[in-house]
């Protein structure tokens, strides 16, 4: 699919005036949306472990493309993409790869807290993030949060022969998300270093597996070049 992860490239340029107007537009028709009859149980449906893809296809562009045309759904290859599109069709790429998001922290207590980094709140800028070294701050969902109410969480592991503590301290809870601070005790080492070595790629549930080694290639599009998504392109 085409349709941009959580964090695209284009989410964090500016808006031309025209888009920022239909922007800001949309988002005042959401907040007036009555969303009171809205059932989550609605939109649930049946989706059989045989039918999922655990794993891409070697040759990435034979997976099935879904097609809808004048009311009618029918099957083809991703490489007849071209095929389905009418002429001056504009295509738009999201070129993010996913990030090793999940890091996993173990309490002196043996509780396992996981910590899934969404956005980053200190320095905000993704570039800057990643090439930031000793402490930054990030938005981020906590597994087993009512296991972690109060102290720091520490990870010591080692990456090129030097041994380095990777320490995060509750900050501030937002609407969605809780603001944790990270600090790291090697201060040549940048957060993107840092992740690669201690990063988890957060492959969906559905999948029911383990992250392996190869979906740090696989789980990405074959277009993808700039480090800021959280999830893959869906």
């Given at each position: 699919?085409?349709?941009p992860?959580?964090?695209?490239?284009?989410?964090?340029?500016?808006l031309d005036?025209?888009?920022?107007?239909?922007?800001?537009?949309?988002?005042?028709d959401?907040?007036?949306?009555?969303?009171?009859?809205?059932?989550?149980?609605?939109?649930?449906?049946?989706?059989?472990?045989?039918?999922?893809?655990?794993?891409?296809?070697?040759?990435?562009?034979?997976?099935?493309?879904?097609?809808?045309?004048?009311?009618?759904?029918?099957?083809d290859s991703?490489?007849r993409?071209?095929?389905?599109l009418?002429?001056?069709?504009?295509?738009v790429f999201n070129?993010?790869?996913v990030?090793?998001?999940?890091?996993?922290?173990?309490?002196?207590?043996?509780?396992?807290?996981?910590?899934?980094?969404?956005?980053?709140?200190?320095?905000?800028?993704?570039?800057?993030?990643?090439?930031?070294?000793?402490?930054?701050?990030?938005y981020?969902?906590?597994g087993?949060?009512?296991?972690?109410?109060?102290?720091?969480?520490?990870?010591?592991?080692?990456?090129?022969?030097?041994?380095?503590?990777?320490?995060?301290?509750?900050?501030?809870?937002?609407?969605?998300?809780l603001?944790?601070?990270f600090?790291?005790?090697?201060?040549?080492l940048?957060?993107?270093?840092?992740?690669d070595?201690?990063?988890e790629?957060?492959?969906?549930?559905?999948?029911?597996?383990n992250?392996q080694?190869?979906?740090?290639?696989?789980?990405?599009?074959?277009?993808?070049?700039i480090?800021?998504?959280?999830?893959?392109?869906?």
């Amino acid at each position: 699919g085409l349709c941009p992860g959580r964090h695209s490239e284009s989410a964090r340029s500016p808006l031309d005036p025209a888009l920022h107007h239909y922007h800001l537009q949309f988002d005042h028709d959401i907040k007036r949306m009555d969303t009171k009859h809205i059932k989550i149980a609605d939109y649930n449906y049946a989706l059989p472990d045989e039918r999922i893809a655990k794993f891409p296809l070697a040759q990435r562009d034979e997976s099935k493309l879904l097609v809808y045309q004048d009311g009618h759904i029918s099957e083809d290859s991703f490489c007849r993409l071209t095929r389905h599109l009418p002429q001056g069709a504009l295509m738009v790429f999201n070129n993010t790869r996913v990030i090793q998001a999940r890091i996993r922290f173990r309490k002196e207590t043996g509780s396992l807290i996981e910590i899934f980094l969404l956005e980053p709140a200190s320095p905000t800028d993704y570039e800057q993030m990643f090439q930031t070294r000793g402490h930054c701050s990030w938005y981020c969902l906590v597994g087993n949060l009512k296991k972690w109410r109060t102290g720091a969480l520490q990870l010591r592991f080692n990456r090129a022969g030097r041994e380095t503590t990777l320490t995060a301290e509750r900050s501030l809870v937002e609407t969605d998300a809780l603001r944790i601070d990270f600090s790291w005790d090697d201060s040549g080492l940048s957060f993107a270093e840092l992740l690669d070595t201690v990063g988890e790629l957060p492959i969906p549930p559905y999948l029911h597996r383990n992250t392996q080694e190869s979906d740090k290639v696989t789980y990405q599009t074959v277009y993808s070049k700039i480090k800021g998504s959280v999830a893959a392109p869906t």
